[in-house]
């Protein structure tokens, strides 16, 4: 048992450091993650230390005051009264049922799961020091840092402990140069702080204590303020909010595939949360300096040691005496049992960032080679099915089907005549089937000069919305050559994620019959902009974020849900 004792102990000591740590930051409201980052990497070193404090640091006495039992007083019994005599209970036979060891089945099931976690993580850095050989050389580095690519990966991520290097996905080289510079600021960050090392040994505290839920809360803290330095240092390097908060919610919709133990770009908590930060921050970090480390040193070093220290001491305090009982007071009745509270089904909000879709797009193409004479849209306004989006030079068009018209009229002559002399006996009838194919080779080629003169004049196949047009009249346009695209957002779809956790209540919530509202909140959740319901569930959970995406159909008759717009989705369930 004493190794149980002591792995609580040293359960108990690490969760009180960490809520420390949690309550001092919260208090103190430091916005900078370099400098909270350091915190908990303070904290993760003094728990793994903690151990070897407690076993060489003095004691400091906790004074517990605990109160002594007094023994029962009793009143005068009254006379012909007599008292049961107490009974002797009888010694349980020896060796007849053995007690069951509850400590060496709780120290087998530890070992069990914590050689299993630390399997599971050595197979990582496996897999990870072969996806790194794997990995093609771009010849390329930043700072002295090897920049590689590799196919099996959709988002970019540091692998490596000793010599990491930052691996890109193979379609890099299509990205701007904006983008370029913004992920490998954000991957250089991870490299200058260490961060693949330090979240590795993360997962080994976590993997030690797994027992306490604070082990892996300060895990998923060390990876979620990581991320957010960097998300810093990329927007030092490229101030555009918005456009780095379209790359990550491009990579965070991709996901990570064979990521191993490294250092992600796409992994964070609740994706929403990234994106608000980045979107409405307003102070960078300025990266830890030399005070700030001496601060977080000053605090960390005595709170360890005061949590290691530590020890129980009880101090007995004598209770009061109690009233001595009357002699033919009768005796109290026992309280009944509490009445079971009524349960009733509880309505919840689950809440998640979305963003708004198109429930049609289509992008209207030219079919035939032509000068386009006319544009007959304005670009921004709606446009009604069946309506003339543009039209192409038609005379071309026009005299070929004149000509194909022209051509069949004759070799129907042809035919009837031909016909007229074989009933006379003055023509072959082998003459006959060679004319009736020459025939139906004019029909076809005035059927297809017809459709190319319709294929002039372009229409809208939805009711929709005109984008930008792509063309100006007096170009000429291919088969293929686009000209605009038609949205339609009446109605509008709105996708967006939610915790895995939270999906069964969700499935609940559709087989109970009907469908769950949503609203679309603005991105500070003071206006809500549209409601709808949810419409479909996503046939699979991303591993990486541990998201499911979500789709809810909203009427949007004021047109105020516009595509590629992000909002906060409120989705309306049924608790238990």
Known sequence: MNTIYFLAEWALRSSIL????????????????????????????????????????????????????????T?????????????????????????????????????VVTLGLLLRLAVGLTMSHRLLHACGSTGLDTEGVEIRESDIISAPVTLGIARPAIVLPAGWRDWSSAKLDAVLAHERSHIRRFDPALQLLSAIHRALLWHSPFSWFLHNRIVRVA????????IAVIPDRAFYAEVIVGFLRLGVRG???????????????????????????????????????????????????AHVAEQTENAPA???????ASAPTAPGPAPAPRTQPETSYLRGLGSVAASYTVVIKSRIEGQLTAVNFREGEPV???????????RPFEIQFMQAQKTLEQDQMQLKLASQQVQSGTAPETLLPQLAVKVSDDEAAVANAKLRLEYADIRSPINGVAGLRML????????GQPIVIITEIQPAMVLFTVPEEVLPQV????????????????????????????AAIDNQIDEQTGTAKLKAIFDNNDGALFPGQFVNVRLMVRGR
Request: net charge positive; hydrophobic share 45%.
């Open 75 to 111: 009143g005068r019994i009254p006379e012909g009264v007599r008292l049961p005599s107490p009974t002797i209970p009888t010694r349980a036979p020896v060796g007849v049922v053995k007690p069951f060891d509850w400590g060496s089945t709780a120290l087998v099931v530890y070992v």
């Open 227 to 234: 991320e957010e330095a960097s998300d810093d240092a990329a």
């Open 507 to 534: 499935r609940r919530s559709l087989a109970n019959g009907g469908s769950p509202v949503a609203e679309a909140w603005n991105r500070d959740n003071t206006i809500k902009i549209s409601s709808g319901h949810l």
């Open 472 to 479: 100006d009249a007096g170009n000429v346009v291919g088969p």
């Open 384 to 394: 009604q099915q069946g309506q003339s989006l543009a039209t192409i030079d038609t």
């Open 18 to 73: 960490i809520l420390s740590c949690g309550l001092l930051l919260w208090a103190l409201r430091l916005k900078d993650p370099s400098i909270r980052l350091a915190a908990w990497v303070a904290v993760l070193f003094g728990s793994l230390a903690m151990p070897l404090f407690t076993a060489e640091a003095p004691r400091i006495p906790v004074i517990v005051t605990r109160t002594a039992a007094r023994p029962i007083e």
């Open 322 to 328: 109690p009233k001595s009982p009357q002699t033919h």
């Open 259 to 309: 990521s191993g133990p490294g250092v992600p770009m796409a992994r964070y908590g609740r994706p929403e949360a990234r994106i608000n930060r980045i979107l409405e921050g307003s102070v960078l970090s300025q990266g830890l300096k030399r005070g700030g480390l001496t601060a977080i040193l000053l605090v960390a070093a005595p709170l360890t040691f005061l949590v290691a220290a």
